[in-house]
């Protein structure tokens, strides 16, 4: 979903009550998950409800990282060990004796956890304390721990419309021209699978499904067949394969 459609839509869902306790964040670019993660608990916290910071002092503790109902743990890139979710836990488990506050915790990133990490964390995801939030940011979605992917609600967060890869991949439906097609096949198959995977989802959800129903099938059958079988080389010559058929 685009950033601030998505921003917005959050809001609206924690202004309604109906905000998911557990939520995945995904994008590959930390920037748009730190802005989407920021604006959301800036919002959460605002004594208004303010759609922009409007300086209240919730607003501007929450700037300068002054409000004890938020931890982050993680810095997108090292390992986070058990003791760090551990932290999370005690603090948020046995301080609630302002139970209707409501308590953020942000995972930087989710795919970085240790496994004792991952099992501590799971734990707590399954019984949530009351009004207690979990945002848990993540570059690489394919990483994630299933146990711990299929108790979340997934938001993935588009890329810039300008990323190469993804134009190419749209770029050789809208032209179907042999030599865009010839470029891309050889490309694709030179990238990392999970890099792939989200070209091909953000393709579909973009384009494909709207502009190129006829590729939608294929692109589905390749995506499933990436995550799921060992032979990726194959099941993407098999894709350029019947797409070379019908361009
Ligand atoms: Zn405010």
Redesign the pocket.
Known sequence: MEKNNLINELKQLYKTKNLYSSIILNSRSINDLQEVSQELMRFMF???Q?NQ??G?V??SRFKKNLLLDVITVGDSTSEISKEKIQEIIDKFSFTSIEETKTKVYVIDVVENLKTSAANALLKFLEEPPLNTYALLLSKDRSKIIQTIRSRCKLFVIDSHFDHSDQNDLEIMFETRSKETYLLSASKFKKINKSEFIEILEQAMNRTILKKFPEFAEDTITLIEDLKNLPNDKLAIDNYFIKIAERL
């Open positions: 605002c004594e208004n303010s910071d409007d209240c919730f607003c």
